[in-house]
């Protein structure tokens, strides 16, 4: 039930797009995602509900395609504080929610 | 200020000895969770509870137990039945979909 991400490791200089996909073998009902910096607790980015929509800011942005039971994260423009490692956390009708195994990320300078 | 308290940051334990990880939360929270992180692992769910006093099994409750007995508390036991309980255990709460996270607990059986 874990879902995939991928890419497993991203490595990018300052200014750079990034695109971290999220995948399950099972509908869902919402997509999480979270960023954790080493040694920290995660935090929260944004939370997709069903419908398709984009939620986010203007430089980190989030699809859901409850068809493909897929979700992406967009980082735009990449700052140094993008550093770490996102988890996408995927949510059922049994209220669960299952984390992947993460994508970390390095910005350089 | 309101969020999610874990104690004890560090703990050692000997193998074959119960520990318990206490997780309080200050935030009206109904929903609860516990998972457990391993390098390269992600988080991984070992018990989650949506109300005071129920509570389910996640995909690696095998040597853990819990209780919700308070709204603000769920502490989780780690037992002896639990074959390697050397992790990072993280407690989380949450009302509207979002989860808040504690510090953390970090476990080490020696």
């Known amino acids: 039930q874990q879902p995939v991400q991928s890419p497993q490791a991203v490595i990018l200089r300052e200014g750079e797009d990034a695109v971290i996909n999220c995948s399950s073998s099972?509908?869902?009902?919402?997509v999480h995602w979270y960023r954790q910096k080493h040694g920290e607790a995660p935090v929260f980015l944004m939370i997709l509900l069903k419908g398709g929509e984009q939620k986010g800011h203007e430089k980190i942005s989030a699809s859901f395609n409850e068809k493909k039971q897929q979700s992406s994260l967009y980082l735009t423009a990449s700052q140094l504080s993008y550093s770490g490692t996102y988890f996408c956390?995927?949510?059922?009708?049994?209220?669960?929610?299952?984390f992947g195994k993460g994508t970390r990320l390095h910005i350089l300078p | 200020d309101g969020g999610i308290t874990q104690s004890p940051k560090y703990l050692f334990r000997k193998e074959g000895q119960n520990v318990t990880l206490s997780c309080e939360q200050n935030l009206n929270h109904d929903a609860m969770y516990w998972y457990r992180q391993d390098p390269g692992q992600g988080l991984r769910l070992i018990y989650y509870s949506q109300i005071v006093n129920d509570f389910q099994k996640g995909d690696i409750a095998e040597g853990y137990s819990v209780s919700r007995e308070k709204k603000e508390s769920f502490p989780l036991t780690v037992t002896s039945a639990q074959k390697n309980p050397t992790a990072f255990y993280l407690c989380a709460s949450s009302w509207t979909g979002e989860l808040f996270f504690g510090e953390g607990s970090r476990l080490t059986v020696l």
């Open positions: 956390g995927t949510e059922y009708r049994d209220d669960k929610i299952i």
């Open positions: 099972k509908a869902l009902y919402s």
